[in-house]
């Protein structure tokens, strides 16, 4: 008599579980250089803002980071990351974009031309629109620079005044790390700001047995404060995304 009451409690379930369809996971993915790449083992402390990124989001998305050291808007092009991206998202992902460091400096091979870097960051929008996933751009983050008087100079200005036009012209969400950094690093002052930085005394880490001063890559407090700015962004910018966001507040 049981078996018979559980099989048709089953049967009565049967057209309601049809309709139950596993939950597509969302993607984000994340195209840009060092300051946003996982990094190696050798190279800790110096941790990309990628890399805590991950950790702030619930089990209905999935970030991959395709960043990569040293890559320009060129370089991330030749090397298929971009195409990698093209082929894998699909309608409703996101693609977070992060370039201009390594594209600004005439001396390096990958750098790019003012117009190059414009049409780029056009081409990566249109083709990440074409896929139905939905572009966000991003400046170069700041690097940690002050002059005489402590006062914060920006060292992307170019390139990332093209980010933003491109942003208003295309009509995509954009992230201006470029400013926010400048900001923060201000707040914080001269001294205090290294703490966000990878900068080690002699001795202090065995990755770096001279030390290291480094003004462009972050410790792993600066990676999540960057990180935290991308996040505030997301909340406010894209709200659909931003419902996915870990509440630290429910209990698992």
């Given at each position: 008599m049981l078996k018979n009451k559980k099989l048709l409690g089953l049967l009565v379930l049967l057209p309601f579980l049809a309709f139950i369809v596993p939950q597509k996971k969302i993607k984000i993915f994340l195209a840009g250089d060092s300051t946003m790449s996982i990094k190696d083992k050798k190279n800790y402390p110096e941790?990309?803002?990628?890399?805590?990124?991950?950790?702030?989001?619930?089990?209905?998305?999935?970030?991959?980071?395709?960043?990569?050291?040293?890559?320009?808007?060129?370089?991330?092009?030749?090397?298929?990351?971009?195409?990698?991206?093209?082929?894998?998202?699909?309608?409703?992902?996101?693609?977070?974009?992060?370039?201009?460091?390594?594209?600004?400096?005439?001396?390096?091979?990958?750098?790019?031309?003012?117009?190059?870097?414009?049409?780029?960051?056009?081409?990566?929008?249109?083709?990440?629109?074409?896929?139905?996933?939905?572009?966000?751009?991003?400046?170069?983050?700041?690097?940690?620079?002050?002059?005489?008087?402590?006062?914060?100079?920006?060292?992307h200005d170019v390139y990332s005044a093209i980010v933003r036009t491109v942003a208003a012209e295309q009509k995509v969400p954009l992230i201006d790390l470029d400013k926010e950094g400048q900001q923060l690093y201000q707040q914080l002052g001269v001294e205090p700001s290294k703490l966000l930085f990878n900068y080690l005394a002699p001795g202090e880490h065995p990755n770096y047995p001279t030390g290291k001063a480094d003004d462009t890559h972050f410790s792993e407090l600066g990676a999540r404060k960057v990180a935290e700015m991308v996040l505030k962004n997301i909340r406010t910018q894209l709200p659909g995304l931003a419902a996915y966001i870990n509440d630290p507040t429910v209990k698992k």
């Open positions: 941790t990309g803002w990628g890399m805590p990124f991950v950790n702030f989001w619930n089990e209905n998305v999935e970030v991959i980071n395709l960043a990569k050291n040293g890559r320009s808007t060129k370089s991330f092009q030749r090397e298929n990351l971009w195409q990698r991206i093209v082929d894998e998202e699909q309608e409703g992902d996101y693609v977070l974009i992060q370039f201009g460091h390594n594209d600004e400096v005439p001396t390096k091979a990958n750098a790019t031309t003012q117009p190059e870097f414009k049409a780029n960051l056009e081409k990566f929008v249109k083709e990440a629109r074409g896929k139905k996933a939905i572009p966000v751009l991003i400046t170069p983050i700041a690097r940690r620079k002050f002059d005489a008087n402590g006062k914060v100079e920006g060292t």
